[in-house]
């Protein structure tokens, strides 16, 4: 029917929590019901802001902190138009990455960490795929990128645990030590419902 619109469903999580294993199923699940859905993922690393976050990423540059946390940002503002476009989309971190890690960094408070994106679209539904620093530690050695370090990743966590106490977004938490196809049913689940109650409500503005 004609002015009913998609989905904005966010998967959120520590590395290793099998955010981006189960975006892809979950796209594919959601199209096999006959749904209109894309994904996308923060960073987008094919723009040119994209590109910069990827050489700071791989330590091939350095950039002053607040400079990187403001490209990310504008990462998530240039893709604003697609956002809105009305189709489903899952994506793949969101401003919830964006305010818990920079907000590891030493003299950032969670506070100023948000505001950058403070008005983007909100999501329906975040689901945070949780999974303790022992259990993370099972699925192997981190990579290369920045950040990949147990400490950083364990005050990351406490980052997202505070962001989780906001009750103005719709957060779901999900055991991400399950089996990869039980964690698949429990996040497919939780993504039909929110489709059907979002195409007849607005989009909403995050952190407003
Ligand atoms: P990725 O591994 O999902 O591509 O994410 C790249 C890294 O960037 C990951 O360590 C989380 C971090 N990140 C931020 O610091 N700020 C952000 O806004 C986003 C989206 C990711």
């Given amino acids: 029917m004609a002015g009913k619109r998609g989905a904005l469903i966010v998967l959120e999580g520590v590395d290793k929590a099998g955010k981006t294993t189960q975006c892809k199923k979950l796209v594919q699940a959601l199209q096999q019901s006959g749904q209109s859905v894309e994904m996308m993922r923060f960073p987008d690393r094919t723009t040119i802001i994209g590109q910069l976050i990827n050489a700071y990423l791989e330590k091939k540059s350095d950039l002053e902190d607040h400079v990187v946390h403001l490209l990310f940002s504008a990462n998530r503002w240039e893709m604003v138009k697609k956002l809105e476009q009305g189709t489903t989309l899952v994506v793949d971190r969101y401003a919830f990455s964006g305010a818990a890690f920079t907000s590891a960094k030493p003299g950032f408070c969670l506070d100023w960490c948000k505001k950058p994106d403070v008005g983007l679209p909100k999501p329906d539904l975040v689901m945070f795929l949780q999974l303790s620093p022992a259990q993370a530690a099972l699925r192997g050695q981190f990579g290369e990128e920045r950040y990949e370090t147990d400490d950083f990743q364990r005050t990351v966590q406490q980052k997202f645990d505070q962001l989780m106490k906001d009750p103005s977004v719709n957060w ?12 698949h049913r429990e996040i497919t689940t939780h993504s039909l419902n929110t489709i059907n109650i979002a195409q007849d409500l607005p989009l909403g503005e995050l952190w407003k």
């Fill in 172 to 183: 779901q938490e999900i055991d991400a030590s399950q089996s990869i196809e039980d964690v």
